[in-house]
Each structure stands twice: as structure tokens, then as C-alpha cells.
């Protein structure tokens, strides 16, 4: 669980102190707080296979319908360039982008659950107004509510996840969140496959069972504990450390809570969060964990490899369940992944899952440029022992992204800002990874169209980026506390030449030195 940093001295010096086990109510907390992935996961899995249902497309978008129907030389891809169309996706991440700064000030200021239950409430209108929709501009204002839910709970949830776990296993936890994301899309997956079967108004019901994981997320969200980092930050301490008792199932928890009490009194002296973001002592968590990381995670080329599955299936023969199938493997591997990183997570260590994903990644990219470059025409069939490889291929890409960035692009930034910055670190990170969505989500179809292979060579130059650009400016943070986690920066061989110049980190510590000081002595 954790505080922050005051400057790179002292409070983080207790966490080997800390004492506590694995209780229910710890447990149970968890569960509760990670169903907030649940509501991106669905979103995903729905709104990819409903764009592609004739009765949803008959409804609201009548020119991509008759494009689909009819046989033109084009590759496939290109009957579903629609910018209207692609609108529909990606004014759910716009939405959420704006909403996630607001998400900021409530959580600071009335704490993790007061978000998770906003936006829970949000996600549930945006679904029914979706189910309910009759025109595009009625369609756009739900997915914008759904999207402001969605803002809110990816504030939240991946913070909560981080501040309630121990150290330990501060990596397995978090990624909960990544787990039941998975799990929600491959839920959405199944749902899609048997409304497709329902004329016409199987879509509705697809889009408005959205509204029953955000029920179960607002009903848990009521009982949910507020994390005790939260508490302090507000001023709460008796609830906190009896919430903090409670947690870790043992009253011995005082170096813990003194680490808590001294990172909130640091937090609360920071007037503007945002402003503070940019001392140089927080150049890393900024660079790393608010800009770079979450702009990678959409930068993978995962969205590609999805969209493009289904054609892969299409060649093997399976027709118009092709997407069906395409989806539910691609939404096993990513669960199967999500599990993969939660069991060597704190084992491996970070670097390593991205690092191997990286090199799984450009392999599985290169291999899928070459043959369609080589094999792949317009309306062209690939042969069979081609499209095997490519199913091979496809899943062995998506099963690496789901135990490295998938997870780790949320967890890694969630796990490196100081209490002072946390909230509105997470901001930034939320607002960078929607607009990296939103971008792609409007801009690949017609990458697609015109690029064709040349998109799986792109991704894969990014990857190799991305890859060296954690070899180089990450360091490892498995089973670091929270509070320690600003010493990395100092013996870093890049940014301890940024973050050793801030002459505020130098008085904090100085400080932080004197405070201990009586209690040395006695």
C-alpha cells in the first residue's frame, strides 16, 4: 500500500517493517474494486461486434451496409471506412479523455469509491440511451455518457487496486483490472454471437446489457472500503488505520500508517498537482508513466491485429462466423495472458514480460506483413497452410500483448507517482491512452484501406521503440513499496542526473531528516 516519496530520505525507509497477511475482506475488496474493468471490457468486445451486425448497420449507417452487400474490388476493410461509422468508437474514448480530469478532483477530494460510483452511474445511462437510440446523434450521446464512465473508472480503479495492496503482491492485484477488462470482452463476444441471431433488435439488447456490469459495479462500489491512503489524504486518520487494520488483518501496522500520515502531510502541500508534475523529481513518473506508456499501449498494433482476424478465419473456410470465432480466440488470449502476467508479474519483474512481449510482437508483425504482402491480393484467398500460420501468428501476438502491455500499461504508472501527483498523474495517463484510442480507433480503418500490410510494418517499428525505450528509461519496480519508489530515480543512470538537480527534492529530504531525528533519539 502506499504513500509517497517526500523527497528520496526517510518515509519509505519503514517498509520493511510493515506486517499484515491476506485477509477476505482484503480479498473481497479487490474483487469489488477490479469489476471497474469489467466496463471497458464489454465496451470493446460489443461495439466491434455490433458495427459489424446488417440490422445495426441497416438502423444508422444505410451506405456502409449496401457497400458491404455489394462486391466491389476492394479489399475488405475499405466497405467500413466510414469516418461517421468510426465516430461511433471513438467518441467513447473523447468522452472519456475530457471526463478523466474531473475524474482527478474527485478522487483527490472525495476519494477512489466517490469515482467508481460515478462512474458506474454514467456507464449505466450511456447503455440504455444506446439501446434505447433511434439516430446517430442519440447514439453519439451514449456512448459519450459511457464514455465519461469509462473516464472515471480507469481514474479510479487501477489507483485503488495499487493503494490496497501490500508490495508483495502489489502486481498481481492490480492487474485484476486487466483481468476482468479481458474477461468483459470475451463476455461480449459470446453475447454478440447469439444477438446477431435475434432480427432485428439483437444489437439493442448487446449494447444494453452494458448496463448490468455497471449495476454490479455501483452495488459493489457501495460497500467497497475507501483505501486508507485515501483517508489520510483527507484528513480521516482514525477510519484509516482501522481500515488499515482491517486490510492487512493485524493492528501491528504502524510503520505502514506513519508512512501514510507523512506522504498525505507532502500531498497536501502541494497546491497544484498538475504544476508539480513538471518539477524535475517528477520528470520520470511523467515521461514514463504519463505520456510514453499509455501512448504505447495503443501504439502496439493491437487494434490492427483484431480487425484483421477475422479474414484470417474467413480463408480457413468458416464463412460469416468467421468473426465469432476470431474474437472469442483473440479474447481467450488475452485472458490467458492477463492470467500469465498475474502468476510471474512479481516474479519476472516488469521489464522482463515487456521486453519478451516485444520480441513476440515484432516476430509475430513481420510474419503477418510478409505473407500478405507476398500471398494476399484484392479478394484474394490465402491458402490453408498460409492462413494456419497466420492464425498462429495472430494468437501468439495477442497472448504476448495480453501479460506485457495490456496489463503493465496500467499497472507501471499506477505504481510510480508519489501520493501528491497520483491522482492527477492518473489523469494524464487515462487522457494520453484515450487519445491514442480515440486517434486509432478513427484514423486505422482507412490506414488499413490504403496501407494494407505497410500498417503491420509500421506497428512493428513502433514495437521495437517501444522495447528499447524500456530497456533503457525503466527500472524495476517489482516489489518496491510505493514509497521507495522515488530512490529508483536517484540510482538510475539516466534520470538521477534530472531528479538529484531539484533543489525542492534537497530541502523535502532535508526535512524529512529533522522530523526523524526525536525519534531517533529516543
Known amino acids: 500500500m502506499g504513500g509517497g516519496m517526500v523527497g528520496g530520505g526517510g518515509v519509505g525507509k519503514r517498509a520493511e517493517l510493515y506486517e499484515g497477511r491476506i485477509t477476505s475482506y482484503f480479498l473481497l475488496a479487490c474483487v469489488i474494486g477490479s469489476l471497474g474493468g469489467s466496463l471497458f471490457g464489454y465496451d470493446l468486445g460489443v461495439s466491434s461486434g455490433v458495427t459489424s451486425m446488417d440490422d445495426f448497420l441497416v438502423v444508422f449507417f444505410p451506405a456502409v451496409y449496401r457497400r458491404k452487400q455489394e462486391h466491389l474490388h476492394e479489399t475488405d476493410y475499405c466497405k467500413y471506412d466510414d469516418q461517421v461509422l468510426t465516430l461511433f468508437t471513438s467518441a467513447l474514448y473523447i468522452a472519456a479523455l475530457f471526463s478523466t480530469f474531473a475524474a482527478s478532483f474527485l478522487t483527490r477530494r472525495r476519494g477512489r469509491t466517490a469515482s467508481i460510483l460515478f462512474g458506474s452511474v454514467s456507464f449505466f445511462l450511456g447503455g440504455s440511451i444506446n439501446a434505447a437510440a433511434v439516430n446517430i446523434p442519440m447514439l453519439i450521446a451514449g456512448r459519450i455518457l459511457l464514455g465519461v464512465g469509462i473516464g472515471f473508472g480507469n481514474q479510479a480503479v487501477p489507483l485503488y487496486l495499487s493503494e490496497i495492496a501490500p508490495p508483495k503482491i502489489r502486481g498481481a492485484v492490480n492487474q485484476l483490472f486487466q483481468l476482468t477488462t479481458c474477461l468483459g470482452v470475451l463476455v461480449a463476444d459470446f453475447?454478440?454471437?447469439?444477438?446477431?441471431?435475434?432480427?432485428?433488435?439483437?444489437?439493442?439488447?448487446?449494447?444494453?446489457?452494458?448496463?448490468?456490469?455497471?449495476?454490479?459495479?455501483?452495488?459493489?462500489?457501495?460497500?467497497?472500503?475507501?483505501?486508507?491512503?485515501?483517508?489520510?489524504?483527507?484528513?480521516?486518520?482514525?477510519?484509516?488505520?482501522?481500515?488499515?487494520?482491517?486490510?492487512?488483518?493485524?493492528?501491528?501496522?504502524?510503520?505502514?500508517?506513519?508512512?501514510?500520515?507523512?506522504?498525505?502531510?507532502?500531498?497536501?502541500?502541494?497546491?497544484?498537482?498538475?504544476?508539480?508534475?513538471?518539477?524535475?523529481?517528477?520528470?520520470?513518473?511523467?515521461?514514463?508513466?504519463?505520456?510514453?506508456?499509455?501512448?504505447?499501449?495503443?501504439?502496439?498494433?493491437?487494434?490492427?491485429?483484431?480487425?484483421?482476424?477475422?479474414?484470417?478465419?474467413?480463408?480457413?473456410?468458416?464463412?460469416?462466423?468467421?468473426?465469432?470465432?476470431?474474437n472469442i480466440l483473440s479474447g481467450s488470449m488475452l485472458v490467458l495472458g492477463a492470467l500469465v502476467s498475474m502468476l510471474l508479474v512479481d516474479r519476472l519483474g516488469r521489464r522482463f514480460l515487456f521486453i519478451e512481449a516485444g520480441i513476440q510482437m515484432i516476430s509475430c508483425m513481420v510474419v503477418v506483413a510478409t505473407i500478405l504482402v507476398l500471398k494476399l491480393g484484392d479478394g484474394a484467398m490465402l491458402p490453408r497452410d498460409l492462413a494456419i500460420v497466420l492464425v498462429i501468428a495472430i494468437c501468439a501476438f495477442v497472448v504476448a500483448y495480453g501479460w506485457s502491455w495490456g496489463p503493465l500499461g496500467w499497472l507501471v504508472p499506477s505504481e510510480i507517482f508519489p501520493l501528491e501527483t497520483r491522482s492527477a498523474g492518473q489523469s494524464i495517463v487515462v487522457c494520453v491512452n484515450m487519445f491514442f484510442t480515440a486517434a486509432i480507433a478513427q484514423c486505422f480503418l482507412a490506414m488499413l484501406c490504403h496501407l494494407r500490410w505497410g500498417v503491420f510494418v509500421l506497428f512493428a517499428a513502433l514495437i521495437i521503440i517501444m522495447s528499447l525505450f524500456i530497456i533503457l528509461l525503466l527500472p524495476e519496480t517489482k516489489q518496491v513499496p510505493i514509497e521507495e519508489m522515488a530512490e529508483l530515480w536517484e540510482r538510475h543512470w539516466y534520470w538521477k542526473r534530472i531528479v538529484l538537480k531539484d533543489p525542492k527534492r534537497k530541502e523535502n529530504q532535508s526535512l524529512s531528516l529533522e522530523q526523524g531525528r526525536p525519534q531517533e533519539d529516543l
Not at 507523512?262 to 504519463?290: C, D, M, T, Y
Request: proline share 7%.
Open 191 to 326: 453475447i454478440n454471437y447469439f444477438t446477431e441471431k435475434i432480427h432485428p433488435w439483437g444489437w439493442r439488447l448487446s449494447l444494453g446489457l452494458a448496463t448490468l456490469p455497471a449495476t454490479l459495479m455501483f452495488l459493489g462500489g457501495l460497500f467497497l472500503p475507501e483505501t486508507p491512503n485515501s483517508l489520510v489524504e483527507q484528513g480521516r486518520l482514525e477510519e484509516a488505520r482501522r481500515v488499515l487494520e482491517k486490510v492487512r488483518g493485524t493492528s501491528k501496522v504502524d510503520a505502514e500508517f506513519e508512512d501514510l500520515r507523512e506522504a498525505s502531510e507532502a500531498a497536501r502541500a502541494v497546491k497544484h498537482p498538475f504544476r508539480n508534475l513538471l518539477e524535475p523529481r517528477n520528470r520520470p513518473q511523467l515521461v514514463i508513466g504519463a505520456l510514453c506508456i499509455p501512448a504505447f499501449q495503443q501504439l502496439s498494433g493491437q487494434n490492427s491485429i483484431l480487425f484483421y482476424a477475422p479474414v484470417m478465419f474467413q480463408s480457413l473456410g468458416m464463412g460469416s462466423s468467421a468473426s465469432l470465432y476470431s
